[in-house]
Structures are given as structure tokens and as C-alpha cells.
């Protein structure tokens, strides 16, 4: 994508952005030099106080002019974009070259030290305070050293840490802000000095001195005791302890009076002290302590995520059995209302069945009462039509008949229905038509009921022939 230009300045390349500006390298085409240019955001200068103070940083910034220091050409504006112009460094920026290369060397990290402590104490010197000294703001140039720059914008970038842009931001800036930041003073020489002695420690160990996840962890730590490293690369003097732990002191008083002082420190007393092998030796175990403090929190910090890591996995297979049971559940109600649907037509129909079938028994059972008993009534009538149980005696007031004599009449008849005939159909039985009170042999009699086509039916007896050894019925007394 193409850049449009600003002013006299052509965009040639994006090189880095912040909460406040987007930096490019840019080609002056009037002076025909490269500068470093710096796009204003409209955040950072919502009202009348970002535009003030962004132009009273750059007018100052404008006469720092130093080996050490990225100066401020000029401020513009152009079609509403406000824009600051400084001295270009060609060359990576420190953070840039940790990550490339790893930790520099003593000599490396000294030499770079002296050279930003002079920047910085020439900008002191006139009343100027950097307030944003990090790995991000300084160059390491093969020609020109180590040189400090975003000196325009550094006015931009003192306020709250809770309006500086995004979370990356505000955890890399958090790790060089000196304890009186933290506390709400304002920014000083010593807070300066303080940043410094931060970016030493990390450019001899490639690791920030005062790190965390968050923001509140980092300042924390920068309001704990100090914890130096208990390692520092070889040539490194031993001495560097007893600057670092001056210039990082909680209170900017106990500081040193200016930064070159700092940086001239660590070499100062490893002169005066290289003789004193009993300080050697006691910083030497100090620093074993350190080493075996940070293993022991190294360690507990990993059982605490194995447990962490152990108690989250419980926890997410309680869920997953929960879930299963859960779903088991559901699918066994499920199946259950499901099979309970199913069934209860069938037990309603087996239900409505049996009580059919009971009722369809007590009809059948009240059917065969009433067959039987208009069978019997039937047989009784035409027993007493036919003359085989006589009423005449009633009549005449003759003896009634008992009920076994009508029952054995009765039956007779029953039998004539189902006997097969022997004789002729034609014979015609001859009946007595009086009863006798003395028992005697009743005759067996074989009847036939032959239907005929008139309505009707003739009825045919046939007498029996006595048999001898037939009995006489008992005369039953019951009445």
C-alpha cells in the first residue's frame, strides 16, 4: 500500500506503533536527508492540553542537540495530521537486538550504558525529562553507538497506566517505571536513572529485571525488595551489585546524583573493592541463596500448575460424568416414558378384554340358567300334557304326587328326547291315569321325537319291558 506524504516528507517505510504515534522512516525531499517521522494520533490529542503539551515537549526537544540523542527537527501539520520530525539512527533498536542476538556482552552493555547516561544527563541538564526510557526507544548503531530517541514524544506518554493503549504497552513500560511513578510523583532525573539501571540488568541477561503477567504483578515487585540475578555473564565485575542496588533504590534520594555517575559506578568499584576477596566471597554466597531461592520458587511454581492442571482436569471430567450421567438419565426416562406409551394400550386392551370376557361368562353362565330352566319347566308341562305326571288327583283330591315321583317323571321325559327308538314309531303307550300311593315298578320307556313337516311334532313312546331285577324306588318322605 502506498503512502501519501506529508508536507515536504515522503513515507517510505512503517517501522513501528504506539498508543500515541506511528513511526516511519521518511525521505526529506527538500534537505534530501532520511528522518524518522512520527504521525500524531487523534487520541493523544483529543483536547487543547495533549496539543500544548506536544508542543512545548517538541520545542524543547528541539535544542537537545547531542551525539547521544535523536533531536527534533521540526513539528508540522498537514491536512489535519499533526506530524514530529526527528534525526534518523540507522540500526536496530535494543529490544530488536535481544531478541536477534541474545544478551550482550559486559563490555558491550557497559560501553552502551556510559553512552545513554551522557544523552541523558545533557537533557537533564536543561530541564528535560525522558520519562519513557525503554529497550524500544534506543538504537544501537554500528556508526553512531547507542543513541536515545522518541524525545518529542515522551510528554505524550505521562499519564495513567490505565490510558496507555493496549495491554502489550502497558506491561512493557510497566516493567521500567520507578517506584515513585507507582506511588503518583512525577517523573524525575532518578526515575530516568532507575529505567537505565532496569535495561542494564536486561541487556547482560536478556531477561526484563522486573516482569509478570500483569500490570499489578510488575508493581509489585518494583515496591518488594529488590532480587537481583544470581548469575551474570563472564567479565561481568561483581561490583555491579552494589551500583545496581544504589540506582535502584526505592527512595530517589539514596540515587545517585546523575546517571554517568551510575554508569561510571560499577568500574569505580571494581577498583576500589577487587582487593576485598571476603565482599567477594559474600556476594558470591548471597548470590548461591538467590539461585537456590529462585529454584525453590521455580519448583513451587510448577506444582502449582501440575495441581492447577491436575484440579482442572477433575474438574472436567466431574463435568464429563455429569454430562453422561445426565444423558444416561434422560435417555433411560426417555425410553421409559416411551415404553410406558407403548404398553398402556396393550394393558388398557388386556384390561377391556378380561372384563369382556367376564362379562361375556356371566351372560353365558346367566344363558345356560335360564336354558335349563325353561328346559325344565318346558319338560314339566309337556310331562304333565302327555299325562305322565296326572293332575286329576289334585283335581278329585287325590294324594299329591311327591317330588321324587315328579322328578322321576321328569326325568323319563328328558330321557325320551335322547333314547333311540327300538319299535315301530307308530305304537301308541298306554298310560294309567292314576297315581297309586304304593310304590311300584315304573316301567322303563324309550321315546322317539321324530319332527315332521307339519308344525306340529308327533310323539311316538314305546313301552319298555320290565326288567325283574329292577328295584322299586324308595318312597322319599321328604315333602
Known amino acids: ?48 492540553t495533549g496539543m500544548r503539551r506536544l508542543r512545548q515537549q517538541a520545542q524543547t526537544a528541539a535544542e537537545l542537540v547531542h551525539p547521544r540523542l535523536a533531536w527534533v527537527w521540526e513539528i508540522g501539520e498537514d491536512r489535519g495530521q499533526y506530524y514530529v520530525v526527528e534525526r534518523y539512527v540507522s540500526g536496530p533498536t ?27 544527563d545533557f537533557a537533564h541538564s536543561r530541564g528535560w525529562v525522558h520519562r519513557a526510557v525503554t529497550p524500544e526507544s534506543i538504537f544501537l548503531s554500528s556508526e553512531l553507538g547507542a543513541v536515545l530517541s522518541g524525545l518529542a514524544l515522551s510528554g505524550l506518554t505521562e499519564q495513567s497506566l ?9 506491561l512493557q513500560r510497566a516493567k521500567y517505571l520507578a517506584p ?14 532507575y529505567a537505565l539501571a532496569c535495561i542494564l540488568v536486561e541487556m547482560l541477561t536478556d531477561k526484563p529485571l522486573f516482569d509478570g503477567a500483569s500490570v499489578e504483578e510488575i508493581r509489585t515487585r518494583h515496591l518488594s525488595a529488590l532480587k537481583l540475578p544470581h548469575t551474570w555473564p563472564s567479565g561481568t565485575p561483581w561490583q555491579i551489585e552494589l551500583a545496581l542496588e544504589r540506582a535502584l533504590a526505592q527512595q530517589p534520594a539514596l540515587r545517585y546524583a546523575s546517571v554517568s555517575d551510575f554508569a561510571a559506578a560499577p568500574q569505580q568499584l571494581a577498583a576500589l573493592t577487587g582487593g576485598d576477596e571476603q565482599e567477594r566471597r559474600r556476594r ?63 394393558a388398557t386392551r388386556r384390561a377391556t378384554k378380561s372384563a369382556e370376557t367376564e362379562r361375556r361368562a356371566k351372560r353365558a353362565t346367566r344363558g345356560m340358567f335360564w336354558l335349563f330352566a325353561a328346559l325344565f319347566f318346558t319338560a314339566l308341562a309337556w310331562a304333565m300334557f302327555n299325562g305322565l305326571i296326572p293332575i ?5 283330591k287325590t294324594p299329591t304326587p311327591t317330588f321324587t315321583q315328579a322328578s322321576v317323571a321328569v326325568t323319563s321325559v328328558f330321557a325320551s328326547f335322547t333314547a333311540s327308538p327300538t319299535r315301530s314309531p307308530t305304537h301308541t303307550p298306554t298310560v294309567s291315569p292314576t297315581l297309586s300311593s304304593t310304590p311300584t315298578a315304573s316301567p322303563s320307556r324309550t321315546s322317539t321325537l321324530t319332527p315332521s313337516p307339519s308344525p306340529s311334532p308327533t310323539v311316538t313312546l314305546k313301552p319298555a319291558t320290565p326288567t325283574p331285577t329292577s328295584r322299586p324306588p324308595r318312597e322319599d318322605t321328604d315333602d
Open 284 to 346: 558470591a554466597e548471597m548470590a548461591l541463596q538467590r539461585r537456590a531461592a529462585e529454584e525453590e520458587a521455580r519448583r513451587a511454581a510448577e506444582e502449582a500448575a501440575r495441581l492447577a492442571a491436575l484440579e482442572q482436569a477433575k474438574r472436567e471430567l466431574e463435568e464429563q460424568v455429569r454430562q453422561q450421567v445426565e444423558t444416561l438419565t434422560q435417555a433411560s426416562q426417555a425410553t421409559l416414558t416411551a415404553e410406558t406409551l407403548t404398553e398402556a394400550p396393550s
Open 94 to 120: 535494543l529490544a530488536q537486538r535481544l531478541a536477534e542476538s541474545g544478551p550482550l556482552s559486559w563490555e558491550e552493555a557497559i560501553e552502551a550504558t556510559t553512552q545513554l547516561a551522557q544523552g541523558l
Open 180 to 193: 515513585e511513578i507507582w506511588q503518583g510523583q512525577p517523573s524525575s532525573p532518578a526515575s530516568d536513572q
Open 1 to 48: 500500500m502506498s503512502l501519501q506524504p506529508l508536507g515536504q516528507y515522503r513515507l517510505e517505510e512503517h517501522l513501528s506503533s504506539s498508543r500515541v504515534a506511528e513511526t516511519y522512516r521518511a525521505y526529506d525531499v527538500v534537505r534530501k536527508r532520511v528522518v524518522f517521522l512520527h504521525t500524531i494520533k487523534a487520541s493523544a490529542l483529543s483536547d487543547e
Open 392 to 396: 286329576t288327583g289334585l283335581i278329585a
Open 162 to 170: 490505565a490510558e496507555q493503549g493496549s495491554e502489550s504497552e502497558r
